[in-house]
């Protein structure tokens, strides 16, 4: 019996295949733990990747330390947790995957 949630992953799966979405889809599902509906969450959360480098999209995601400095020292702390909390969730469940 088909469940709401496999119809849910079906109509996923048919709009990462559109065109506007394809390539970034297929791009992402090739790293470890992402598969077709966490690649199209990133993807539609993220928008346009080409604006991002690897050290700003980790910004935009709230994945770089806290910092605190005062003078000469300077503490890191945990990640800030700031920018879209969506995207940062998708990727740290990805990499719990084996």
């Known amino acids: 019996m088909e469940t709401m949630r496999d119809r849910l992953d079906q109509r996923i799966t048919r709009a990462a295949a559109r065109p506007e979405w394809s390539p970034t889809v297929r791009r992402l599902a090739c790293l470890r733990g992402i598969d077709t509906l966490s690649a199209f969450g990133l993807a539609v959360e993220v928008g346009d990747w080409h604006r991002f480098t690897g050290a700003t999209i980790c910004a935009c995601l709230g994945l770089v330390p806290s910092e605190h400095s005062s003078g000469p020292n300077r503490f890191q702390g945990p990640i ?19």
Request: without cysteine.
């Open 80 to 98: 800030t947790k700031t920018g879209n909390s969506h995207a940062r969730r998708l990727l740290v469940e990805a990499s719990w995957q084996r």
